[in-house]
């Protein structure tokens, strides 16, 4: 999901601007002069939140369904969007969602006022399917479990991604760009990811589906 978001702001902003920008695991740019020549640039930020939150919405809405994996794949959508990520950016007043705000609305509205708007927009869109999921586990302390899938995707990211992997990257490890203006690396390891997903996917049903709420 991570590099499905980051993908569509790259392919979106080269849609827009005809060529690619550079980027790394977690941090992407426009190639030079687009964002000067090209008034729509800013589509290229939406469209990470704009598909992370589809996703969510769209795991709300297979929590609905009378079929266990199903609900399972729902649950995963949801949580490994990083739901707790897009509210805690934005609370630091940075994030996709703070850059098209301040885009938007930077003539209008001083910094708090923009911080609080946008908080609110990123709230209404990231809490119904925190809320859906924690209705519908039924394990002891189910705020806990949610807790858990909140935070340590977070932490994992920073230790994995962020410290480990770009770094790797930015010391020039299969650095090279090659499809869709992506470093080596980060196809490699995407599609070493999508494998594994793949591979273990039998675990996710078993896992999750004993601990759903059948009535829901």
């Known amino acids: 999901m991570l590099e499905l978001h980051e993908s569509i702001h790259i392919l979106v902003g080269r849609l827009i601007c005809g ?11 426009l190639c030079a ?9 800013w589509l290229s930020t939406l469209a990470g ?10 795991g709300m809405y297979w929590l609905t369904s009378p079929n266990a994996k ?5 649950f995963s959508l949801i949580f490994s969007n990083i ?3 897009r509210i805690s950016e934005v609370i630091k007043g940075a994030g996709d969602e703070m850059v098209v705000t301040r ?10 006022q923009m911080i609080l708007i946008c908080l609110t927009v990123v709230l209404i869109l990231g809490l119904p399917p925190i809320s859906q999921a924690f209705r519908l586990l039924t394990n002891k302390k189910p705020w806990l479990y949610i807790l858990g899938f909140l935070t340590l995707p977070i932490a994992f990211i920073l230790v994995y991604i962020l410290l480990g ?13 090659g499809i869709m203006g992506t470093p080596l690396l980060i196809t490699i390891h995407s599609t070493i990811a999508l494998f594994f997903l793949f591979s273990l996917r039998g675990n996710l049903y078993s896992l999750n ?6 009535t829901h």
């Open 83 to 85: 739901p707790f990520g």
């Open 165 to 177: 992997m770009n770094t790797l990257l930015s010391n020039g490890f299969l650095s090279a760009v």
């Open 19 to 29: 060529c690619w920008g550079e980027r790394d695991f977690n941090v992407w740019g």
């Open 209 to 214: 589906t004993n601990y759903f709420n059948k």
């Open 70 to 74: 199903v609900k399972a794949i729902g």
């Open 49 to 58: 939140p704009v598909l992370s939150f589809s996703f969510m919405w769209l």
């Open 33 to 41: 002069g687009c964002a000067e020549s090209h008034s729509s640039f």
């Open 103 to 112: 885009y938007l609305l930077k003539s209008h509205f001083t910094s708090t």
